[in-house]
């Protein structure tokens, strides 16, 4: 089975700009969560995705979006970038492993530099 | 609310060694335990699991037990080698049905020949 995959890999924009990163997750995964990874505040959850429904958030300011499609792939939306938004974004995707509840499956992650 | 606390890195061994990596974690109920491997330019590995007080979770020669008593998930490999140079992340989900992970801040392992 192919892994979560996330396009692009690497990304360089200006201040001000808006981005949109891509995820698509392992086939038959339902659930997609995304991440962000940064040096100094380490790995903290965006938001889940689970059926085109936003089911948890984490405390990101609302630059910060995304959106679910009916084939489980999952956007990012970053708008009005700030160079604190310099990161690597990861995306996850889940599914239920029965009596051991979930496990979440990583994809390389987008490095997002902001000039 | 919840948190994982990770011992400080780097941690540098000479291969062969014994590796112990804590984790200790704060949380309600009854969260499910993870320890993620992140080798470099890449993104998260699932390296082990448990999800119930006094289980054990096992993957490639490393170990970690539930302690529900302590708050504890420490990991442990007998005999480490070069290729297990990476930085290690405990994590918690703390529900079923939401699927946040709460990580760790990493502790980076280096192990020379």
């Known amino acids: 089975k192919a892994g979560v995959t996330q396009t692009p890999r690497y990304l360089i924009k200006t201040r001000g700009q808006q981005v949109t990163l891509s995820c698509s997750p392992i086939?038959?995964?339902?659930?997609v969560s995304w991440y962000q990874q940064t040096p100094g505040q380490g790995l903290q959850f965006l938001f889940e995705?689970?059926?085109?429904?936003?089911?948890n958030k984490g405390n990101f300011p609302g630059r910060f979006s995304g959106r679910q499609f009916s084939n489980s792939r999952s956007e990012m939306n970053v708008s009005t970038l700030e160079l604190g938004d310099s990161a690597l974004y990861l995306c996850?995707?889940?599914?239920?492993?029965?009596?051991?509840?979930?496990?979440?499956?990583f994809g390389p992650g987008t490095r997002l530099t902001v000039t | 609310g919840d948190s994982v606390t990770q011992m400080e890195g780097p941690v540098t061994l000479s291969e062969e060694a014994f590796l112990t990596i804590n984790c200790t974690y704060t949380?309600?109920?009854?969260?499910?335990l993870f320890w993620y491997v992140q080798y470099p330019g890449e993104g998260l590995q699932l390296l082990l699991k448990?999800?119930?007080?006094?289980d054990k979770g096992s993957n490639k020669g490393f170990e970690a037990t539930y302690r529900k008593e302590t708050t504890s998930f420490h990991l442990e490999k007998g005999s480490v080698q070069v290729s297990d140079s990476a930085v290690y992340f405990c994590?918690?989900?703390?529900?079923?049905?939401?699927?946040?992970?709460?990580f760790g801040t990493g502790t980076r392992l280096t192990i020379i020949p």
């Open positions: 448990a999800t119930k007080a006094d």
């Open positions: 996850a995707s889940s599914f239920n492993s029965g009596a051991g509840g979930y496990e979440q499956y």
């Open positions: 949380a309600t109920g009854y969260p499910s």
């Open positions: 994590a918690l989900s703390a529900n079923f049905g939401n699927e946040k992970l709460t």
């Open positions: 995705y689970f059926s085109e429904t936003q089911r």
């Open positions: 086939s038959g995964h339902r659930s």
